[in-house]
């Protein structure tokens, strides 16, 4: 990766300081298999070509006001190659590859702020416009693809509302509401890959953006000089969220995927998906220099379809947590003996 960053600091109209963060880094990914006794080793090989610049400036308005703004243009490069190999004799064979030719770009611009309205309550929040283009070219000759191209151009406005409140020193409570907002990459469009044995996922040009709408409130207390505590519980609320269903290809159910006849999937737009969740903390210092901490995370979500049927949400965690006993004689050794769950 090669990264050039400007920084400059004057104070005047416009900013206290500014950076400009120019970036360029090139990604490899070879995936090499063979079948047992099989003559023929499958070479598939995707690169990526990741250019981007960042433009942010910092402002301050009186003892009370920051505002940070900016803007941020991306642009990626995927060219996916793929051949067979004979083993011995080293000649190769095109056979279909994992992804399309693809062009994905993002153009984005910021402004956030934050007031301290009191000395105990300060309000924190902003928006943010982004477009996306994605330009994927599919080859056919090896996929009775119906559609030679996919083309996509989504936009959308975001912002975050959030406060903190510390009516104590010993207490903090804050409040977070957020929107987001994801566009299809080539990776949901137009990757072809066997994802579990007897399917195959395969492109959807038609997958649009799914927006999330995040809420989140949380409360810490230190009680005493001993104990502190910690409590989070958040809810999003995804709508046209990306699921992996059963699909059609070409009226097709299913296709012929290096040799094998495999149902079809792809990702698809569902109706609503949720995810909502808690998490807590607590730590006690104990005696002769010990302490005790433990974490504990509870998630839950649904996937609500076109047809009103809820269906679980993929990559949800289950209950999950740690704990820690911790001796610190001094600043310079510390020991730990942890066990996760």
Avoid: C
């Amino acid at each position: 990766m090669y990264q050039l960053t400007v920084n400059h600091r004057q104070e005047n109209t416009f900013y206290e300081e500014a950076s400009l963060r120019l970036a360029q880094q090139r990604f490899e990914e070879s995936r090499i298999d063979r079948d047992f006794n099989a003559l023929l080793q499958r070479n598939r090989i995707e690169e990526v070509l990741a250019y981007s610049a960042n433009l942010d400036f910092t402002k301050t308005l009186g003892q009370r006001l920051e505002l940070y703004y900016g803007a941020e243009a991306v642009l990626n490069e995927v060219n996916s190659t793929a051949f067979n190999r004979h083993i011995y004799s080293g000649t190769e064979t095109p056979i279909g590859t994992r992804y399309p030719q693809s062009e994905w770009g993002s153009l984005g611009a910021y402004l956030t702020g934050r007031y301290q309205l009191t000395e105990t309550f300060s309000l924190e929040g902003g928006l943010r416009y982004n477009r996306f283009d994605l330009q994927s070219r599919f080859d056919t000759a090896f996929y009775d693809f119906p559609f030679a191209q996919a083309s996509l151009n989504n936009g959308a406005l975001t912002g975050h509302l959030g406060w903190v409140w510390s009516p104590g020193e010993n207490t903090r409570l804050k409040g977070h509401f957020s929107t987001g907002f994801r566009a299809p990459n080539v990776d949901d469009v137009g990757k072809v890959f066997d994802s579990q044995p007897g399917t195959v996922i395969v492109p959807n040009p038609n997958l649009s953006a799914e927006y999330a709408y995040n809420f989140e409130l949380s409360a810490a207390q230190v009680i005493g000089e001993r104990l502190k505590l910690d409590l989070t519980g958040y809810y999003s609320l995804l709508n046209d969220a990306m699921v992996r269903r059963p699909f059609h290809l070409a009226g097709q159910d299913s296709i012929l995927y290096d040799g094998t006849l495999r149902q079809v999937a792809a990702l698809q737009n569902a109706a609503q998906a949720r995810v909502y969740g808690l998490q807590g903390a607590l730590e006690i210092k104990l005696p002769y220099d010990f302490s005790l901490q433990t974490t504990v995370n509870w998630q839950d979500g649904a996937n609500q379809l076109l047809d009103g049927t809820e269906t679980p949400v993929r990559h949800v965690a289950p209950l999950f947590g740690a704990l820690r006993l911790t001796y610190r004689p001094n600043a310079r050794l510390t020991w730990q003996v942890y066990a996760r769950a």
